[in-house]
T-cell receptor
Framework: EAQVTQNPRYLITVTGKKLTVTCSQN?????MSWYRQDPGLGLRQIYY???????DKGDVPEGYKVSRKEKRNFPLILESPSPNQTSLYFC??????????????FGEGSRLTVL | AQTVTQSQPEMSVQEAETVTLSCTYD???????LFWYKQPPSRQMILVIR??????QNATENRFSVNFQKAAKSFSLKISDSQLGDTAMYFC????????????FGQGTILTVHP
């Protein structure tokens, strides 16, 4: 089954404790991206990657890191989480063809709470 | 910078009736893509419909259609014969330009379909 898998789905942590949210897709998609969803703000792009070893900042990259060492994986790293990073996080992937992102396939979301 | 604005935080409609969700956007690019995504209470993000800016014909997917007004930078979603399963948050999104990897979402509109 084609899917994007995120882990963990729920996490409560404390300020400053490094954490990683993993994202893996099994569709051989070139493009992967991370978003955070906050009430009244919609989804905002954190980082995206158009292929292995190619990453770029979205609109809200501060406080986050990513890496793309393998095509299928795109982990989101919070080196020193703060309460303002409490949010619902989505990973998504799509084919990258003719300079265009096609339909995005989303993971099920990761609810992160930073105390 | 590209922006997407959904000015209707909430909408409601009776089952079997028609409802239109509004979306305006701003971009300096000529080639771009517009999307409507649906997020039901399960939080899963589902692509509803996609429009390529260079195509003048409005996209249609079964009960869902768009009114794409390029000059006005408007991209509304019409849902005909509304069903209870249409109850969800709907997001308008824009990608394109010199950096196709950037995908900008609107704030979302919560649609409730009443029996």
């Amino acid at each position: 089954e084609a899917q994007v898998t995120q882990n963990p789905r729920y996490l409560i942590t404390v300020t400053g404790k490094k954490l990683t949210v993993t994202c893996s897709q099994n569709m051989n998609h070139e493009y992967m991206s991370w978003y955070r969803q906050d009430p009244g703000l919609g989804l905002r792009q954190i980082y995206y990657s158009m292929n292995v070893e190619v990453t770029d900042k979205g609109d809200v990259p501060e406080g986050y890191k990513v890496s793309r060492k393998e095509k299928r994986n795109f982990p989101l790293i919070l080196e020193s989480p703060s309460p303002n990073q409490t949010s619902l996080y989505f990973c998504a992937s799509s084919r990258w063809a003719q300079g265009n992102t096609g339909e995005l396939f989303f993971g099920e979301g990761s609810r992160l709470t930073v105390l | 910078a590209q922006t997407v604005t959904q000015s209707q935080p909430e909408m409601s409609v009776q089952e079997a009736e028609t409802v239109t969700l509004s979306c305006t956007y701003d971009t300096s690019e000529n080639n771009y893509y517009l999307f409507w995504y649906k997020q039901p209470p399960s939080r899963q993000m589902i692509l509803v419909i996609r429009q390529e800016a260079y195509k003048q014909q409005n996209a249609t997917e079964n009960r869902f259609s768009v009114n794409f007004q390029k000059a006005a930078k408007s991209f509304s979603l019409k849902i005909s014969d509304s069903q209870l399963g249409d109850t969800a948050m709907y997001f308008c999104a824009l990608s394109g330009g010199t950096s196709y990897g950037k995908l900008t979402f609107g704030q979302g509109t919560i649609l409730t379909v009443h029996p």
